[in-house]
Structure formats: C-alpha cells, structure tokens
C-alpha cells in the first residue's frame, strides 16, 4: 500500500475544505444530517457523509483513492470536542 502524501500545507488544506463545505456541500446535506461527519476531496470536491469519521472515509476513499481529505461534523464547528463537557445539574 502506497502511503498518500499532503499536496497542500495545513492552511491551504483548511482554507479549500471548509470552502468547498460552504460553497457546494452543505447546502446538500445539513438538513436532517446534524451530527454526521462529511468527509471531502478538497481536489475534485466529491464528498461522503456517514456516521463515523473512519466510515465517512473509506467511502470516500474507495471512490477517490488519491483523496486529500477535510472532514466536517454537520452543524458543529469542530469534528471532535476536546476538555470536559457541560452536564447539566440536577435537583
């Protein structure tokens, strides 16, 4: 297996995912998908939506083996959450 090499520094990478997310993706898939992980070719724009990250990629992948991939969680503006969560108080 052939390991895939980055074609573009961390910014640039950034930059065209979550422009090709606004731009073309998200107006397809936000409504009813909250939550769910988007996975795109930040080259050819072709994108996967799945449950899991690792799912959302190997479909990507097997349609775009060379992909350079940018994942987004629907509706939330991070993938993953780090630090502690907010739980609600009881009485």
Known sequence: MT???P???????ARRGDDIYERS???QVEAGNRGKIVAIDIDSG???VA???LTAS???LARCPNSQTWFVRIGHR???RFGPRTVPETE
Not at 7 to 13: A, I, L, M, Q, T
């Open 51 to 53: 449950d899991d990250v």
């Open 25 to 27: 993706v998200r107006p």
């Open 78 to 80: 991070a993938v993953h």
């Open 58 to 60: 190997d479909h990507l």
């Open 3 to 5: 390991k895939r090499q």
């Open 7 to 13: 074609r573009y520094n961390p910014e640039e990478h």
């Open 46 to 48: 072709a994108f996967e």
